[in-house]
């Protein structure tokens, strides 16, 4: 293992300064984030248990459905994600510019303004003072704690980013660059125009879904796939497959998913050209994912087995695979003929779990389980609690979509005249007539299902995602044991890195060797 | 700094030096950083890439609506099309029903038998079952004053309703109330109600019941210009008399 110091001598030596200086605001923000993301689940699980039960915990307005699934979404959204992600975005960074984070104390205060935005925020939402717009609920003074907030981190990347000294930048840098640029231009845009200047009729909402369909594609993506940009090819020492790829991939992006909001408002009373571009907008997308895919499936060729050991590699491979899924798929979903039935269902819920839970947060988690221990200097302290983690979060989430998915379509088909409902049709001829008949029943819009029996034929499907969402808090729980053990350095000292079995470290190892066999001195850096 | 020596690499295994290894063991052992490869784009990525482009400038072009703010629709042929689609075929029983349980029931009742004492029946009524000039007129413009209905008298308003319904739906109506409750008289048509609208635009108040009965066929005192003739009118065209006038 020479590799390491022959790179301009002293690398190693600089990695241990960069990780020092990033140690305290990194932790803060993933220490904070954590906090979020147990409070976010918590809203879930009251949100989705009200869908099937709605008298549970009715009486109290604090904690009614309208206000608990607003107070989810801008937790997970600006608490969990945004916080994972900014401390994942300046690690990086400052790896990647190899100089430390200069001034760490301002970015502690960055979280903290955070932090409270998004305390007055969500306590603003409970109290019953939500804005009403999706994606922005905070009420104003929480979105000027966030924004300051943010300005420090813009301030300091973009710092960092010029004190360079690294003579190649990265393809990771390229994402983190634009994105600490895109979100405050969009969370600004947004502001001015729909709260403190606030314009009328359809342009608000047309604004309202080009914030919130870019804050995916231009904030959590970008970060997103820095991280799978770095991690991959670090975890396994392989260069990535190909730089062109990554060059095509990155401003394609750029290009494309600017325009693909509108499609919320596929049907709505919108001049039908702003639809079709976004339309346009959103197939195009399949050009920077799949050269995406095709260099990261390429980078990992032939060592798919490492994720059998790898925390970090089985999380953001899980991850990296989602973002493929999730974006194809939300090409095919903003065609009219297939958005009409099934937008306004729960196979909408569905899709953007697959892209801000399956994509983003399984990619976070990865990188927490490689940046962490070396912000700490201490290895996670527990494989079977990375194990309940992993098969907690992965299972939850494969039950959660296959859940909303499959009773999401049922409920579009039956909105849409499919004569009889489903539940009625089994209960007749069986499963299998009963599918067939309830298809052709829709081919052949036979008429309107009565709305309750639409409602009650999703009931089963919300129940198996309130079970879903246990499998996830329990999940959440262990990783966030986890965390605290590591923080604290509770518990008995782990020697050599966490994998998911300890008695694997050996053929750990091995492979690791091998995936690198046929690396030269010139092109493995050695 | 002792942890910052490169020549504590993790293949190091002195017991003794566990404690300083461990601390930073993360950092040592970290493979080097990522590094770009220089393989080409594959061709038929390319090629598929382009194909995607096509499509979207044809896409674009086809349903954009010319780009106009004013066009909602994108399919361009409900958007040039016009008003040239084939009219939906209505059954004037079924509209007829519908006008009747909007506008009629509260007095008449879905029976169509009325309240006694002070709403008339329309159910086996003369006046509904017999020739349909006199129930067109009491449509359009209301009937006020006593009215003998199956040997019992009310003395009510019905109010008119030229304004509300158009021919099509003054015919569908008359039509329900001539079909329902097994009356079973023939229905009437939208040409003859128009005609009988022209002939009594004049018309500022209710009819009277007698004015009514005095009345001896569909007077078409006044017809409107070209309209065609009356199929269901039971009259001759060219019987232009004074008697229909309004006094």
Not at chain 1, 92 to 107: D, T
Not at chain 1, 124 to 135: F, K, N, Q, R
Request: proline share 6%.
């Amino acid at each position: 293992m020479n590799q390491l110091e022959q790179d301009q001598g002293g690398w190693t030596a600089r990695r241990a300064e960069i990780d020092r200086s990033c140690a305290t605001p990194c932790l803060v923000f993933y220490a904070s984030s954590i906090f979020w993301l147990l409070a976010g689940t918590f809203f879930a699980l009251l949100a989705s248990v009200k869908l099937h039960h709605p008298e549970f915990l009715a009486d109290w307005s604090w904690l009614t459905f309208g206000r608990v699934r607003p107070a989810h979404l801008n937790t997970v959204i600006y608490g969990w994600a945004s916080m994972a992600g900014i401390a994942t975005l300046l690690w990086l960074m400052c790896r990647l510019c190899r100089v430390p984070l200069m001034y760490p104390a301002m970015l502690v205060v960055a979280a903290g303004l955070w932090n409270l935005g998004l305390t007055v925020g969500t306590v603003g939402i409970l109290m019953g003072y939500s804005t009403g717009i999706e994606w922005l609920e905070f009420p104003m003074p929480a979105a000027f704690l966030l924004f300051s907030g943010f300005a420090i981190v813009t301030l300091w990347s973009v710092a960092t980013f010029a004190q360079r000294q690294a003579e190649h930048v990265y393809v990771s840098q390229w994402y983190l660059f634009a994105a600490v640029f895109w979100f405050p231009w969009l969370y600004v845009t947004v502001q001015l125009l729909l709260m403190l200047f606030p314009v009328k009729g359809i342009p608000q909402a047309c604004i309202n879904w080009w914030f919130a369909h870019n804050v995916l594609g231009l904030w959590f993506s970008p970060i997103g796939l820095a991280a799978i940009y770095y991690l991959l090819p670090k975890v396994i020492g392989r260069p990535i497959y190909s730089y062109y790829l990554s060059i095509l991939g990155f401003w394609t992006l750029a290009l494309f998913y600017n325009w693909a909001g509108a499609h919320h408002l596929v049907s709505g009373p919108v001049p039908a050209w702003i639809v079709t571009a976004s339309i346009v907008g959103s197939v195009m997308m399949i050009i920077p994912v799949v050269t995406v895919a095709l260099n990261h499936h390429m980078t990992l060729h032939g060592n798919f087995r490492l994720l059998k050991y790898s925390p970090t590699l089985r999380f953001i491979v899980f991850g990296a695979m989602s973002y493929t899924i999730v974006s194809l798929e939300g090409s095919m979903m903003s065609f009219r003929f297939l958005n009409e039935p099934f937008h306004f269902t729960h196979r909408t819920i569905g899709h953007a779990h697959l892209g801000m839970y399956s994509f983003f947060t399984m990619t976070m988690f990865g990188s927490m389980y490689y940046i962490v221990p070396r912000l700490t200097g201490r290895e996670w302290h527990s494989a079977r609690l990375i194990r309940i983690h992993f098969w907690g979060v992965a299972l939850g989430f494969a039950l959660m979509y296959l859940c909303l998915s499959i009773g999401g379509v049922i409920q579009g088909l039956e909105l849409n005249q499919a004569g009889e409902s489903l539940e009625k049709l089994i209960a007749q001829f069986g499963y299998l007539d009963g599918i067939s008949k309830f298809v052709e029943g829709f081919k052949a819009q036979n008429g309107a299902v009565p709305f309750l029996e639409i409602v009650h034929g999703t009931l089963l499907w919300l129940k198996l995602r309130t079970v879903s969402g246990v499998l996830l808090l329990a999940g959440h729980a262990a990783f966030a044991v986890l965390m605290v053990m590591n923080v604290h350095a509770w518990g008995r000292r782990h020697i050599g890195p966490t994998l998911f079995h300890d008695e694997d470290a050996a053929d750990y190892d091995r492979a690791l060797r091998q995936a690198r066999a046929d690396l030269t001195p010139a092109n493995s850096g050695d | 700094m002792a942890e910052a020596d490169p020549r504590h690499t993790h293949q190091l295994d002195q017991q003794q030096e566990i404690d300083v290894a461990a601390l930073h063991e993360p950092i040592l052992r970290e493979l080097r950083d990522p590094q770009d490869g220089h393989e080409p784009i594959p061709m038929f990525m390319l090629m598929l890439f382009a194909g995607l482009i096509f499509w979207g400038g044809y896409y674009l072009a086809a349903y954009s609506g010319g780009f106009r703010s004013d066009v909602l629709n994108p399919d361009p042929a409900a958007q040039f099309a016009g008003g040239s689609a084939a009219p939906k075929v209505v059954d004037p029983l079924v509209l007829g029903e519908k006008l009747f349980k909007a506008n009629c029931v509260s007095c008449h009742q879905a029976s169509g038998q009325g309240v006694p004492g002070q709403y008339p029946p329309l159910a086996g009524s003369e006046w509904v079952l017999g020739p349909d000039y006199r129930l067109k007129r009491i449509l359009l413009k209301g009937l006020e004053g006593p009215v003998s209905v199956k040997g019992a008298t009310y003395n009510g308003n019905m109010p008119a309703f030229e304004a509300k319904f158009n021919d099509e739906k003054l015919a569908a109506v008359l039509s329900f109330i001539r079909h329902g409750w097994e009356n079973g008289a023939p229905p009437v048509s939208p040409e003859s109600a128009a005609a009988t609208r022209a002939a009594v635009k004049d018309r500022g108040q209710p009819w009277k019941a007698e004015e009514l009965l005095a009345l001896e066929k569909d007077d078409l005192a006044t017809p409107a210009e070209g309209a065609p003739a009356p199929e269901g009118a039971k009259t001759e065209p060219a019987a232009k008399t004074e008697a229909g006038k309004t006094p």
